[in-house]
């Protein structure tokens, strides 16, 4: 197994809720049909990976679905893959590991198909991740990097008190907000052939946001207040720039939206 001299550092969201306000943002039917479906029969008897799987959501929703195949989740966070673990007590063919993507639990040449989800925009070095990726799969088996484009970044008016200031600091993390723009040269960087490319929008806000995304978006905000606070230096500047961000997403007069980059990556 591969061991690279890069370690994945803990995820700053890193909340006992961040498991259920990641569930209820997936709609795990949609993103199987959508993104999965298209490069795997439902008969299939392949070796899945789900890479940052978190409370396994996605990964319990494909191991029901493709029922032949054999699905692995990997984590960093135990506490997470404890409720994975839970979905999936009574599914034969799903397990979980802890490990870093720098470090993946697996074999090399092992899987045929790794995906990840809103997990290279939180690395450092996410080429590194991504040549790991490399390393498992297999021979013509196919890599699903999915991430977002211009989280934060594309909104009007600019309101938001101190956001070039949290994104910065976010940045030291190596939190980038535009890491879907570069998904496909990191993929080649790291070994792999461009398969297909899929953009489409994912935060499209217009006007003010929906009950369901106010109570995702204020429990994210919420999470996330320590490292604010780390950021701006008080609990009042942390607290006003949440409040001004609800504000704004509040606002009947706001527009904001990112990118959703798919890149399927062939070995």
Excluded at 190 to 201: K, M, N, Q, T, V
């Amino acid at each position: 197994m591969n061991t690279p001299n890069v370690k994945q550092v803990k995820y700053f969201m890193d909340d006992p809720r961040e498991a259920g306000r990641l569930d209820a943002k997936v709609n795990t039917d949609e993103f199987i049909e959508d993104f999965i479906l298209p490069y795997l029969k439902t008969d299939t008897k392949a070796r899945i990976a789900d890479i940052g799987c978190g409370a396994g959501a996605i990964a319990s929703s494909i191991a029901k679905k493709f029922k032949n195949a054999s699905v692995k989740g990997i984590d960093l966070s135990e506490e997470r893959l404890a409720n994975a673990r839970k979905k999936c007590e009574h599914i034969h063919n799903a397990d979980f590991s802890m490990g870093s993507i720098y470090e993946l639990p697996l074999q090399d040449n092992s899987t045929d198909f790794l995906y990840t989800r809103f997990l290279l925009e939180y690395l450092k070095e996410p080429v590194e991740g991504i040549k790991e990726m490399y390393r498992a799969c297999k021979k013509n088996g196919l890599v699903m990097l999915q991430d977002l484009d211009g989280q934060l970044l594309f909104h009007y008016p600019e309101t938001i008190e101190n956001l070039d200031k949290v994104l910065d600091g976010l940045s030291k993390t190596g939190f980038d907000p535009m890491i879907g723009r570069k998904l496909l040269h990191y993929g080649l960087l790291a070994g792999f052939e461009l398969e297909h490319i899929d953009i489409r929008p994912y935060h499209f806000i217009v006007g003010k946001i929906d009950e369901k995304n106010d109570y995702l978006w204020d429990l994210k905000m919420e999470i996330a207040l320590p490292k604010f606070e780390e950021i701006l230096g008080s609990k009042q500047l942390a607290q006003k720039f949440k409040d001004d961000f609800m504000q704004f997403l509040r606002d009947p007069q706001t527009m904001m939206y990112s990118n959703l980059c798919t890149i399927y990556l062939r070995k």
